[in-house]
């Protein structure tokens, strides 16, 4: 027994020593934020994640507001209600220190990173070398995030199921957009729904495909207002 457990041990390291520059590789470009594909997906998923968790910490927030916050490569949205003009700006305030954006001046929508002097391409040089000592600081200031939009109204946090058929009527969206061809998998365009207001999100697709995506959105039921927010 001793003897296999032994070979098993010698086998183990034998593979990860092979695979440790794979790994290390595979390590920096998660650390990236200009991925697409799966990656750029999960780094969507992350970004939103942890912008999530930070509001769910404010108490006040929490009881008086329903946010949500999506991601598409480089754009960022935050929908849903807030009870008052000051959640609104406290809700976009919160989102923006906690993804390192501040405003570009002059441009309603234009973001950077709130350290932009970071990233330019001497700087993006200097993360990849603080990358693969694990220094994540760098690249969370260097987020490719350029477009922000806030999209939260003034009035009453929606019931729980409201927010349940604002998740079905997501999903019919979704079907539908792939049912009728106009898009080939759910991923090229990001749904976003609230109190019926449709977010329709996405930068890989040509003008034809966004205006018949916004067309059949605009045509379903149960719908209160469509507002492409397309990048091209």
């Known amino acids: 027994m001793k003897s296999i457990q032994a070979l098993l041990f010698t086998s183990l390291l034998t593979i990860t020593s092979a695979n440790a520059f794979e790994l290390s590789d595979i390590t920096d470009r998660l650390f990236e934020d200009n991925l697409t594909g799966v990656e750029g997906q999960l780094k969507d998923a992350e970004f ?28 960022v949205l935050i929908a849903g209600q807030a009870k008052s003009a000051e959640l609104k700006a406290q809700v976009q305030r919160v989102v923006l220190e906690t993804a390192n954006l501040k405003w570009t001046q002059g441009d309603v929508n234009q973001v950077e990173p709130s350290n932009a002097q970071v990233c330019g391409e001497r700087a993006s040089k200097m993360a990849a070398n603080e990358r693969r000592r694990f220094n994540l600081k760098t690249v969370a200031e260097c987020s490719t995030v350029n477009r922000f939009y806030n999209e939260v109204r003034i009035t009453e946090p929606m019931t729980e199921l409201a927010q349940s058929d604002d998740d079905v009527l997501r999903a019919t969206i979704t079907n539908r957009l792939l049912r009728e061809s106009i898009i080939d998998k759910a991923e090229t365009i990001k749904v976003v729904v609230s109190d019926q207001h449709v977010y329709l999100l996405g930068d890989q697709l040509n003008q034809s495909t966004a ?22």
């Open 48 to 75: 939103e994640f942890q912008v999530d968790s930070v509001l769910l910490l404010d108490e006040r927030l929490r009881k008086n507001s329903h946010i949500l916050v999506a991601r598409n490569r480089s754009s």
């Open 211 to 232: 205006d018949r995506a916004t067309a059949l959105v605009k045509s379903m039921p149960s719908i209160k207002k469509v507002i492409p927010l397309f990048r091209f």
